[in-house]
Structures are given as structure tokens and as C-alpha cells.
């Protein structure tokens, strides 16, 4: 069979929490709607609620991988999610956007596990940096969460630079020199809200995996052979796969995510907009991340809010269908009671001045 003409391109879209995935997920959705194609999502997501997805137009197909992590708890259920997207809808393109916790290479396992079913071509693995970010941790050393960053930089096919609003000049040489040291062999687009007046490079990219899929055996052999562009990439291919079957001893696998704690905050009634931004202000470093959709009661309207390293943004939304006020938190080894006391805390003001 002529696999190129058939099968179905699959991007994966990794990057550490708040860098700019879902910014990147809706310019390429555009991007393709625009030529006419029909795109696809798989949205997986740390919490219980998929909060991205209401960002994302209703007529985009799209299934939610919840409460859990594709790259790891969730892998073997990737291909199945993969296979029903492509019965139910057939799609022209599919993109994966992974949790920021996600390890590129071990979502691989998934998607090939996919391939071995439905003909699909994992076609780039695009990993979005958040610049500020990378410089931050890069000077702090060693840390797990850099480690992690380190890994989907030298598994990505394609880097964006994003947030460089935020760097200096000398900050941005700094960051790409940075990049390429990860992984030379990739092309570095500097980007602010992963905005972009060229996307031929997304061609560009099916051309070098069409042209690596001549050259494999396989599909499954293609996502592994073509996708890791780095050499210095710090898995080892064979391993990886091995434990991608291994579901039943994942003592024996340990995931570079464990320390990642996620909290879901339900909101039982409208707080106050001063008070939660001054919340939001003083959350600790350690929770680096935070989304949720609010209904406050100084303000008629409702907003999905955003809250990444310290900084805080807030959008009008009108949800379709019913949706729940809801926060979540993601960050390393924070103190739980204490977040869920001062959202307790929060709604309990409200009460008292009720
Ligand atoms: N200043 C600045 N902010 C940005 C840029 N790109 C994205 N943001 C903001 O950063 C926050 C996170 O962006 P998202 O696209 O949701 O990031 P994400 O990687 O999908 O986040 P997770 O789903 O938590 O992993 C949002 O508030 C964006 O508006 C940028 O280039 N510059």
C-alpha cells in the first residue's frame, strides 16, 4: 500500500506547563481549516477537567484524555482514543497535545501503538519552549523539572522559542544557543504566542518524514527512526519501547514526572476577583501553574483564567453547555492544605459578607 497517500499525519505537541501548547494548538487548527482540511484533537490533561478544550471551536473533533498522563497512565489507551477519532470523524491531521509533565518519547510508545492499527504517520514532534523559563531553570541547575524540559527539547522535530516578548536581546542568543546545544539538528523559531506568518515548515516536516518512511521498513519503525532528531536524545529507543508493553511493573519504569502534584479545586459559590488575584499573587513558587473558569461576584461575566509563573491573565468566556467553576493547580511538591484552606478561605469571605 502506498502509506503516504493514506495515512493520516499525527503531530505531537509537547513543552513544559504554560508555554504555549493551546496557544500553538489554535493557530495550527486555523492553519489547516483555513486550507480546507479537517483536524482532529487529542487533549490530554493532568486534572479531571479539560479547560483548554473550551478555548478550541466546537466543530473541531476532539477526544479528552482525563486524569492522568498519555506518556505513562494512560499510554495504552492513546491508540484506542487515536483509532476512534479516526473511525468516528477521519480526519485530515491529528494533533496530540500533551500535558506539560508528558515525556515526548514515551507518548511515542502510544502513538506507535496506534500505528500498528490504523495507518497514521507521526509526522513532527514540536515541542514549545517557554524562553523565560528555560533561561530561569537552566541557571538554577539541575533539577528534575529541567531534566524533563531538557528531554522534550532534544526529542522535539521542531522547536518554538516561545514568550520571547519577555527576554532581553542578549536573553534571546542566550536561550537559542541554549537550544542548540540541546538539540543541533533542529530548527529554532523565536515566537510570541507561537505566532507565526509561515507554517511551511509544518510541510517541510511532512517532507522529511515522508522521505524517512521511504527509507524504514515501517510505520512503527518510521515514528521511532525519524522523530528523535537528536542524537544526544537520553533514552534509549529499545528501552523505551520494551516498557511501553510493561504496563503491569511500572516499579520497574520510573517517570520523570512523579513529583508533579495537581490540585482540583471545585468552587461551591462566586469569591471575590480582588481577592483571588491577590491569592494569585501570593501563591507560592512552587506552584507554577494554575487554570480554571470563575464566577466572581463583583464582575456579571465569566472568565477562564490563566496563571503561569507569576503572571496572571483572564478571559471573558461564555461556556457552551454546562460547565463548572473550577480551579486546578499544578506544581512540584507545594502544600495542598495549604492552597485548599485559602480557596476554602475565599469562599468563606463571600459567606460572611452574604
Ligand atoms: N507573554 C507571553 N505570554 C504567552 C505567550 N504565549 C502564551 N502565553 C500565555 O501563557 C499562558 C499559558 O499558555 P498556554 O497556551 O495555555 O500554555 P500550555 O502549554 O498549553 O499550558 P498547559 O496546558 O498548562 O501545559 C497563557 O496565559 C498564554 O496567554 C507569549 O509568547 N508571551
Known amino acids: 500500500m502506498n502509506n503516504k497517500e493514506q495515512s493520516i499525519p499525527v503531530h505531537l505537541l509537547s513543552g513544559f506547563l504554560g508555554s504555549g501548547k ?6 495550527l487548527l486555523d492553519y489547516y481549516k483555513g486550507q480546507g482540511k479537517k483536524p482532529a484533537v487529542i487533549m490530554n490533561e493532568l486534572g479531571d477537567i479539560n479547560l483548554d478544550g473550551q478555548l478550541l471551536s466546537d466543530e473541531v473533533p476532539m477526544a479528552e484524555m482525563l486524569s492522568g ?6 499510554r495504552g489507551d492513546l491508540g484506542m482514543e487515536i483509532s476512534m477519532l479516526i473511525d468516528e470523524h477521519q480526519p485530515d491531521v491529528i494533533f496530540i497535545e500533551s500535558t506539560g509533565a508528558a515525556n515526548p518519547m514515551e507518548t511515542l510508545d502510544g502513538v506507535t501503538e496506534a500505528a500498528m492499527y490504523k495507518a497514521i504517520d507521526l509526522r513532527s514532534i514540536i515541542t514549545v519552549v517557554d524562553g523565560p523559563e528555560l533561561l530561569k531553570r537552566s541557571r538554577e541547575g539541575k533539577s528534575r523539572t529541567f531534566k524533563l524540559m531538557q528531554e522534550q527539547i532534544r526529542c522535539a522535530t521542531v522547536l518554538l522559542l ?9 536573553q534571546l542568543v542566550e536561550a537559542q544557543q541554549l537550544l542548540r546545544d540541546l538539540n543541533p539538528h533542529t530548527p529554532v523559531i523565536a515566537t510570541v504566542r507561537c505566532t507565526l506568518d509561515d507554517w511551511s515548515w509544518l510541510d517541510a516536516e511532512a517532507a522529511r518524514a515522508a522521505n524517512a518512511h521511504e527509507h524504514s521498513g515501517g510505520e512503527a519503525a518510521d515514528a521511532e527512526g525519524h522523530v528523535c532528531s537528536s542524537d544526544g536524545c537520553s533514552h534509549d529507543h529499545g528501552q523505551a519501547h520494551a516498557h511501553s508493553y510493561d504496563e503491569h511493573n511500572p516499579a520497574g519504569h520510573h517517570h520523570s514526572h512523579d513529583h508533579v502534584m495537581v490540585v482540583t479545586h471545585y468552587w461551591r459559590k462566586p469569591v471575590s476577583s480582588t481577592a483571588f488575584e491577590a491569592l494569585l499573587q501570593r501563591l507560592p513558587d512552587r506552584i507554577y501553574r494554575a487554570k480554571g473558569i470563575m464566577t466572581f461576584t463583583d464582575t456579571p461575566s465569566r472568565f477562564l483564567f490563566q496563571y503561569a509563573y507569576r503572571e496572571s491573565d483572564f478571559m471573558k468566556i461564555e461556556p457552551q453547555g454546562h460547565v463548572n467553576d473550577v480551579a486546578v493547580f499544578i506544581g ?7 492552597l485548599l484552606r485559602e480557596l476554602e478561605l475565599l469562599e468563606q469571605a463571600e459567606a460572611a459578607e452574604e
Do not use: A, Y
Open 162 to 170: 516561545n514568550k520571547v516578548d519577555k527576554l532581553e536581546p542578549e
Open 22 to 27: 493551546t496557544t500553538l494548538l489554535g493557530r
Open 69 to 74: 498522563c498519555i506518556c505513562c497512565t494512560m
Open 332 to 338: 512540584e511538591h507545594f502544600s495542598k492544605d495549604w
